[in-house]
């Protein structure tokens, strides 16, 4: 049997990772007949159907899956050994792949990030957006953005922003036309704005705690999304009160578009933490975007 090309391989682990002639083309920079030509080519140089192909999706076959288990680790290594020799030329360059929440992003890490990319233009940064727990190794990802309870142990953990709150806030015509609520199971009276999380499927039940007592309360109501920024909006509108990041809201707060409700009631949550594997460490780009996003002031932001 004719040895596989290495980059026939690598073509192999995108289109699998992928699960798509199109994108994995798009993302190679190729034409996606060249794409699935090579890929025939590699299947039968192997004498092995490496991928089961439909007119909507692209799947490995078992050999397909036992080659991508076997190579996705050993090409991740080689990528980093290379970038790990580029980066003694001590001039941050080559992409870092994070994924996080846009509430992280706009909060926390876009800020920070902003002069990095201005001060070193050799240095490409994707950021994937979601509010699902990924696994940042078998995606592909260099790190996520996690709320520090929410970190696995066998992590590098690196705290990027203090402390905050969730608030429950509501428009002042709902509240005019609804009693402001006085304690949290109130609020099975109430109209609320639901948020799914997408990780577990289920609708996130509303925390409170006070003076050592902790509540949880599923609340129901009209509107249901899965991002906090649409949640403001619609609690603005008069659809009812929405339990939103403190931080994000304090411009509607200020202006008394919303009102915040059961105040005392509301915990401080752990900041945001940057997580990743130990081997991404020797990289100078990555070195350089964990400093940027680094905490360094005050934990707690009130």
Same mark, same amino acid.
């Given at each position: ?22 994108? %994995? ?19 039968? &140089?192997?004498?092995?159907? $490496?991928?089961? &192909?439909?007119? /909507? ?7 397909? %899956? ?12 080689? +990528? ?36 990095? $990319?201005?001060? *070193? ?13 990924? =696994? ?12 520090? +309870? ?40 109430? /109209?609320?704005?639901?948020? &799914?999380?997408?990780? %577990? ?27 906090? *920024? ?16 403190? =931080? ?5 707060? &200020? ?17 945001? *933490? ?29």
């Amino acid at each position: 049997m004719a040895r596989p090309d290495f980059n026939h391989l690598d073509w192999f682990k995108i289109v699998a990772e992928e699960r798509s002639f199109t994108r %994995a083309a798009a993302k190679l920079g190729v034409a996606q007949s060249t794409l699935s030509h090579t890929i025939k080519q590699l299947e039968e &140089r192997m004498g092995l159907r $490496l991928l089961t &192909r439909t007119t /909507r999706s692209v799947a490995p076959t078992d050999a397909g %899956a036992r080659l991508l288990q076997t190579i996705g680790p050993r090409m991740a290594e080689i +990528e980093d050994e290379i970038a790990a020799l580029m980066s003694l030329q001590e001039i941050p360059s080559g992409s870092v792949r994070l994924t996080l929440s846009d509430h992280a992003l706009q909060t926390v890490v876009w800020p920070k990030l902003q002069p990095v $990319l201005a001060r *070193y233009p050799d240095l490409q940064v994707e950021l994937r957006l979601d509010s699902m727990f990924r =696994n940042i190794v078998e995606e592909g990802f260099d790190a996520g953005v996690r709320l520090g +309870e929410s970190v696995e142990k066998d992590m590098v953990a690196v705290r990027i922003g203090p402390d905050w709150r969730l608030v429950a806030v509501a428009s002042p015509a709902y509240l005019d036309a609804h009693p402001a609520p006085n304690h949290p199971e109130d609020l099975l009276r109430h /109209r609320c704005i639901n948020m &799914r999380h997408e990780t %577990a499927g289920g609708l996130y039940a509303w925390e409170f705690e006070k003076d050592g007592q902790e509540l949880r309360v599923r609340v129901d109501g009209q509107l249901t999304f899965n991002n906090s *920024y649409a949640m403001i909006d619609a609690a603005t509108a008069g659809y009812g009160i929405a339990y939103v990041p403190e =931080n994000i809201v304090e411009r509607e707060l &200020r202006a008394g578009t919303l009102v915040c409700v059961l105040d005392d009631w509301s915990p401080l949550f752990d900041g945001y *933490y940057l997580y990743y594997p130990t081997r991404r460490q020797n990289l100078l780009a990555f070195r350089v975007i964990v400093d940027a996003l680094r905490h360094r002031g005050p934990t707690r932001n009130r």
